[in-house]
């Protein structure tokens, strides 16, 4: 987690302190996307480093910086995990929000389920 995130977030809740929770909320949501608006695009940041790594590979092997490269690789590995870890909370937001209520699969069972009782019954 970015460290300013935590300084934006105390500082918006500090400041709504005697409003109700719902009003806390609303305004911490606000300024928190004012702060991510603020903030470069992780594409963009992945782009650079991709072309930082390259500038530093096309160099002759006696000219590269290995320790840049590898500060680099560990930097783009991190963005990488980011943008996994936020799909996958956006995939979970959509599935909580729409649902998978998964009717044919139901629908499939009780019929399996009824024809077996018929077939149990006669």
């Given at each position: 987690?970015?460290?300013?995130?935590?300084?934006?977030?105390?500082?918006?809740?500090?400041?709504?302190?005697?409003?109700?929770?719902?009003?806390?909320?609303?305004?911490?949501?606000?300024d928190l996307k004012k702060w991510r608006k603020s903030k470069p695009k992780n594409s963009d940041l992945l782009a650079q480093i991709e072309n930082q790594i390259l500038d530093q590979q096309n160099l002759h092997?006696?000219?590269?910086?290995?320790?840049?490269?590898?500060?680099?690789?560990?930097?783009?590995?991190?963005?990488?995990?980011?943008?996994?870890?936020?799909?996958?909370?956006?995939?979970?937001?959509?599935?909580?929000?729409?649902?998978?209520?998964?009717?044919?699969?139901?629908?499939?069972?009780?019929?399996?389920?009824?024809?077996?009782?018929?077939?149990?019954?006669?």
């Open positions: 987690m970015d460290k300013d995130y935590h300084h934006i977030a105390q500082t918006s809740w500090n400041k709504s302190s005697n409003r109700v929770f719902s009003q806390k909320l609303k305004f911490l949501a606000a092997p006696s000219q590269q910086d290995h320790t840049l490269q590898e500060q680099l690789h560990h930097q783009h590995q991190d963005l990488i995990a980011k943008e996994e870890q936020y799909h996958n909370q956006r995939a979970k937001k959509n599935w909580a929000r729409q649902g998978d209520r998964n009717t044919d699969f139901f629908y499939r069972t009780i019929v399996k389920k009824n024809r077996k009782n018929d077939y149990l019954s006669h």
